[in-house]
């Protein structure tokens, strides 16, 4: 099967691709300087963060450390010291939620409370987190109409932002992502609920081509509402979602995907934004990571996308 692509112009014909395969490619979602100054920006944080990874220092060891850490470990492409520095985080988040202990084991736990990679496939790939905090264009791709519409439109007007994210797969990285579906269906049994609880999207900084990584969609997948065998071999009715810089491509939460091999001498950027139905918990709790300035910076629909007003604080 063809990769489809679509014009910005023509929303209605993306988000009846969108619902009937699972999946859509926007050509010319971002003008040339626009991209050239996210792109840059990008870059810069990629590389401020590589020589400076974030780590909040240690704190007490828990319980079942050791499970987690043979989880951490098996479930993902890292290197040692990428392990030691997720561990660490695990530990200061669990001592900032008072050492309060998980009820069920990594497997089957919301993989939200888990950290994970920040430099993946060995050190060779890399995702920066907290975006909103660090990209000034943030908001623009967050509440951009074309995407919002079509959002909207599969998820209701009362949707919110789970995440966003930029991340690189790095050249010659040695291998694809596992196939998966996005959470929270992971942990849901078979059959999956009909109605998509998420939409994926992501924002293209590099030509994504066959030989780069580009992501690996299944066509019609959504419709199975069953969950992909977790493993890492091509399947034959895959596609490769190739598309100029400056695209935009959506799945939704139901479609198996991954990510390609990234087989040439140069990196794979992208921005990824992840929204969900307002009653689904998110990935990134946006309203305690930011600082107040960057919050009163952002346009009112962008702060609700982020949480805020989302959840009532009752005190009295």
Not at 179 to 198: G, N, R, V
Request: hydrophobic share 35%; net charge negative.
């Amino acid at each position: 099967m063809a990769n489809f692509h679509v014009s910005s112009l023509d929303p209605e014909k993306a988000l009846n691709h969108l619902l009937k395969e699972g999946y859509v490619v926007i050509e010319g979602m971002l003008p040339d300087e626009e991209l050239i100054q996210i792109s840059d920006t990008v870059d810069e944080l990629f590389k401020l963060e590589r020589d400076d990874p974030y780590d909040p220092g240690d704190a007490p060891l828990f319980s079942n450390e050791d499970e987690i850490k043979k989880y951490v470990s098996t479930s993902y492409k890292i290197s040692n010291a990428e392990t030691d520095r997720i561990m660490r985080r695990i530990r200061h988040t669990r001592a900032e939620n008072y050492d309060t202990p998980w009820p069920v084991t990594p497997e089957v736990m919301n993989k939200s409370f888990i950290h994970v990679p920040t430099l993946f496939d060995y050190d060779k790939s890399q995702r920066i987190w907290n975006l909103p905090a660090k990209l000034k264009q943030s908001g623009r791709l967050i509440e951009d109409p074309v995407l919002l519409q079509l959002v909207r439109e599969v998820l209701g007007q009362d949707c919110l932002l789970s995440d966003i994210s930029a991340t690189s797969i790095g050249p010659n990285s040695g291998g694809s992502g596992a196939w998966h579906i996005d959470a929270p269906l992971t942990q849901m049994p078979e059959p999956l609920p009909e109605i998509p609880f998420a939409v994926q999207n992501v924002w293209i900084l590099d030509d994504f081509t066959a030989e780069n990584g580009a992501t690996r969609v299944v066509p019609g997948s959504h419709i199975s509402r069953k969950k992909p065998k977790w493993g890492y071999d091509s399947l034959e009715a895959e596609i490769a979602l190739t598309a100029p810089a400056g695209s935009l491509a959506m799945w939704t939460s139901h479609t198996w995907h991954r990510s390609g091999e990234n087989i040439t001498d140069n990196p794979r950027r992208a921005i990824l934004g992840y929204y969900v139905r307002s009653w689904v918990r998110s990935w990134s709790d946006y309203t305690r990571s930011l600082p107040e300035e960057t919050i009163r910076n952002y346009s009112p629909t962008v702060r609700y996308l982020l949480g805020f007003s989302a959840n009532a604080l009752r005190r009295g």
